[in-house]
């Protein structure tokens, strides 16, 4: 469908689309994180639903201008609710040869190529592999390419500012980001506010960057390169207001929000560590809530200051990768044995050891099922996106205070750093969770504080604060007596406390499993856990609409796992799990459940794509494997 508008200078034609993905790509000082991050807050400004997918380099400084140091950022916005920030880009912005070469395989045929011509000087193809510029031997035919010299037009655009060459240049990424902005019918007037504000300790770049972007805009609106314009309309949405968050940002939303709904003042205890530092560094923005953020010296002091504030009555919080799960395990093992309400959220990137910082992965799951001395089971809990990490964090918390446990809450780099709208919640209508705090001596004779005295129900033992009149105990690392809380050696107590312990974490009361099928007649289900939410339901999507029958299944809670999956698992003559692992989880149903659980696995540092989960399932589908 399509329409005309004619400007002053050439007929532009209007294409409505009901979908649309865009990548930025250059080095990682062009900006493109920041430019692909307003032109995310556009859309979700102006309605649409989307998902996003930042790519950044895995060394700090990578030189200039070679593949190791590209820097990507994904968009895909819709009319219509989406699960992924899309398979291949319909747009590719390449602002430099080492971008271009590193993404160039993902941009289908007939698809749109923008590219920055000032950098593809015979300097830059050399660095990365290029004898002759692609621009000009034929390579691209297939695509529709647009060079455009952005950096010569940014300075021509700036020059009356009387910035140097080297700080007009710098803009050539807010020019792009104009570009872009009119091609898709983008508002402009937020990225020209947040420009301001964010140099608002230099406003003569500030003004250099609106200038930028501007010239931008009025470059697709006069030139005559551009003979398209797209329309994307708002998709509909419940009533609310949204907003666009990051994993990481949601979750220190739902740890402030955590801290309000259980009273209790919250302690951050943290080093920093890829992908997870920006949750300590949004925490520390929320002292007016009752948050205390510490950065630590090392992982195990953040984890160990993090205990200690649970000890003293506040809401213990650490932040981590999986590096820091394996430094934090004898702390998280005493958190155990002690029998305290802890918050531990591991943001899993590409391992093993110092791996791929930047990247994204499933592979804690094992590590975080058994990775400490002795029996030390704990609850594992993981969002499956951006906007979930919020109620992710808000139930580990619940589950915490109400089982004196700590919690292992399991998400990954690209629920980290991918976006999406968020529908801000009723703040009054959360649910509240008491912390029950003793008050009393609980000894059958009424004189002494027993701390692993036991709740009927839930087995937890009572949570005593510091410095409380009557109260006075002692914990620590070394095995108790049931009850009294005494050290104690005896073979026959340690037995019962290890197997109390377990049956706590057994006893924990999480919702059943609910089947999407909507045929009821599926043979295959697929069954995922974290950010593989999104791609396998995208992927179902897809072979449902070739005619096929496929039931899919999510998991948010690993340990323990719903009372109901058995059976479910039982129904269906396949069972496949995709994972970005060597197939943890499958190994672990496969010994729970006695089902040949079949896995699909992946350890590239990046997410499952709905194409490539999509012929997955057909092969299953259809007899036919890969």
């Known amino acids: 469908m399509t329409s005309s508008d004619t400007t002053e200078t050439t007929v532009r034609e209007i294409v409505t689309r009901d979908r649309v993905v865009i990548r930025f790509a250059g080095d990682s000082g062009d900006g493109m994180q920041l430019t692909g991050d307003r032109f995310t807050s556009e859309t979700a400004s102006f309605g649409n639903d ?24 994904q968009l895909h916005f819709a009319n219509y609710d989406i699960l992924t920030p899309g398979d291949r880009p319909d747009v590719l912005v390449a602002m430099n040869p080492a971008a271009l070469k590193a993404n160039i395989k993902d941009l289908p045929a007939g698809g749109v190529l923008i590219v920055n011509t000032d950098e593809f000087t015979k300097r830059n193809l050399t660095k990365v592999g290029y004898d002759v510029s692609p621009l000009d031997d ?54 020209e506010r947040f420009l301001r504000e964010k140099f608002a300790k230099r406003p003569d770049l500030a003004e250099a960057n609106v200038l ?31 907003r666009q968050i990051t994993g990481n940002t949601a979750l220190a939303y739902g740890i402030v929000a955590a801290g309000a709904v259980t009273g209790l003042p919250v302690f951050l205890g943290s080093y920093p560590i890829t992908p997870a530092s920006d949750i300590l560094h949004e925490l520390s923005k929320h002292k007016a ?81 058994f990775g400490r001395n002795g029996e030390a089971p704990l609850p594992i809990i993981a969002p499956r996106s951006p906007g979930d990490c919020f109620d992710a964090a808000l139930e580990a918390v619940r589950m915490a205070v109400t089982y004196r446990t700590p919690v292992l809450l399991l998400s990954d780099g690209s629920i980290a750093n991918g976006s999406e709208p968020w529908l801000v919640p009723d703040a009054d209508g959360l649910p509240r969770t008491d912390p029950a705090f003793a008050t009393a001596p609980n000894s059958p004779d009424g004189a002494e504080f027993w701390p692993y005295l036991r709740d009927d129900d839930t087995l937890a033992r009572p949570w005593a604060v510091p410095g409380t009149p009557g109260l006075e105990h002692r914990i620590g690392g070394l095995e108790k007596a049931d009850g009294r809380g005494a050290i104690s050696y005896d073979p026959d107590n340690h037995d019962q406390m290890v197997r109390l312990r377990a049956a706590k974490i057994d006893g924990i009361r999480v919702p059943d499993v609910e089947v999407d099928d909507p045929s009821g007649a599926a043979d295959l289900l697929v069954l995922g856990w974290g950010s593989t939410y999104g791609p396998i339901g995208a992927g179902a999507r897809r072979v449902r609409k070739l005619g096929h029958k496929i039931a899919t299944v999510h998991l948010r809670h690993l340990n323990p796992l719903p009372a109901n999956l058995g059976e479910v698992l039982a129904r269906y003559r396949t069972v496949l799990v995709p994972e970005m692992n060597l197939g943890q989880l499958a190994l672990l149903l496969r010994a729970e459940h006695l089902v040949d659980v079949q896995s699909y696995t992946k350890v590239a540092g990046l997410p499952f794509r709905a194409e490539e989960l999509q012929n997955v399932f057909l092969d299953y589908l259809t007899g036919v494997r890969a």
């Open 138 to 191: 034929g390579s691209l035919e297939r695509f529709t390419v647009h060079p455009v010299a952005m950096a010569t037009l940014t300075r021509g655009a700036l020059e009356e500012t009387g910035l140097s060459k080297k700080d007009a240049e710098r803009a050539k990424n807010m020019f792009a980001l104009g570009l872009l902005s009119w091609m898709y019918h983008r508002p402009t007037a937020g990225t």
């Open 289 to 369: 809530f009752g948050v205390t953020t510490f950065q630590a010296e090392d992982e195990i002091a953040g984890v160990g200051a993090a205990l200690g504030a649970a000890f003293g009555g506040a809401l213990g919080v650490t932040t981590t990768s999986g590096p820091g799960i394996s430094l934090k395990s004898e702390t998280i093992g005493l958190a155990v044995a002690l029998e305290l309400p802890l918050l531990v959220i591991d943001v899993q990137r590409g391992g093993p050891s110092t791996g791929l910082p930047t990247k994204t992965e499933q592979a804690d799951l094992l590590q975080g099922m």
């Open 50 to 73: 989307l998902s996003t997918l930042p790519n950044f380099p895995a060394e700090i400084r990578a030189p200039a201008g070679t593949l190791p140091g590209v820097s990507s950022f």
């Open 212 to 242: 930028a972007f501007r010239a931008g805009h009025a470059y697709g609106e006069t030139t005559e390169s551009f003979a398209v314009t797209y329309e994307v309309a708002p998709a509909p949405l419940p009533a609310g207001t949204y």
